[in-house]
């Protein structure tokens, strides 16, 4: 079993539409990253959280510690918005950090 | 300067080559990374080096040899690959992790590409 699931794996929305990523993990952690990569290109880090929610432009995360879950929405989904989306989490214990399997968002114009 | 540089960004090598693979950070990190990624699959941990000590080694083959020459600069020496090491290599610096409130935001390269043949 993976130490993060997320959910879904594929995802394709019409431009416009309210997309909603999920994210679960089962170890204890000090951080959860939420990532996009572009097809063969590197990865960008988009948000890091300990707690609560954070915002940036339409991008908008939050996390609950309770429950080990998080979640990505982006609002207002655009074409360029096409990439994969990664969701990370750093240990408790130190350096190690567990990945998400990634979820394939493709927007259609 | 919020960037990690890998060099080079393609690399096509033989069986029987020495090659390597660099990653430059000027954040002050001292948590450097290296990753594996194929192709639709998360990235995969080879290599953590914390305050330019080899803190984790994720069981890789010897034929992957990482170094780290200062708190900046991230190496991995590459000889005698096998075609299934083709892959995308991916550099990342953070903080060193102690504790739920520190900052350990994780910066990536772009990577490099490899393709042994």
């Known amino acids: 079993k993976n130490e993060v699931e997320q959910s879904p794996q594929n995802l394709t929305a019409q431009e416009g539409e309210f997309i909603t990523i999920n994210c679960s993990y089962s170890v204890g952690i000090s951080a959860l990253h939420w990532l996009q990569q572009h097809p063969g290109g590197g990865i960008v880090s988009l948000f890091m959280?300990?707690?609560g929610k954070k915002k940036h432009g339409r991008l908008i995360a939050t996390i609950n510690i309770q429950e080990k879950h998080s979640s990505l929405h982006i609002t207002a989904s655009h074409p360029r918005d096409s990439a994969v989306y990664i969701c990370?989490?750093?240990?408790?214990?130190?350096?190690?950090?567990?990945f998400g399997t990634g979820t394939s968002l493709t927007v259609i114009p | 300067d919020t960037e990690v540089t890998q060099t080079p960004k393609h690399l096509v090598m033989g069986m029987t080559n020495k090659k390597s693979l660099k990653c430059e950070q000027h954040m002050g990190h001292r948590a450097m990374y290296w990753y594996k990624q194929k192709a639709k699959k998360p990235p995969e941990l080879m290599f953590v080096?914390?305050?330019?000590?080899?803190?984790i080694n994720e069981s890789v083959p010897s034929r992957f040899s990482p170094e780290c020459p200062n708190s900046s600069l991230l190496n991995l020496h590459l000889h005698a690959l096998q075609p299934e090491d083709s892959a995308l290599y991916l550099c990342?610096?953070?903080?060193?992790?102690?504790?739920?409130?520190?900052?350990?935001?994780?910066?990536f390269g772009e990577g490099s590409r490899l393709t042994v043949l």
């Open positions: 959280l300990s707690s």
């Open positions: 990342a610096s953070s903080h060193p992790g102690q504790g739920f409130r520190t900052t350990g935001e994780l910066f």
């Open positions: 080096y914390s305050y330019e000590k080899l803190s």
């Open positions: 990370a989490v750093r240990s408790s214990t130190g350096n190690q950090f567990y």
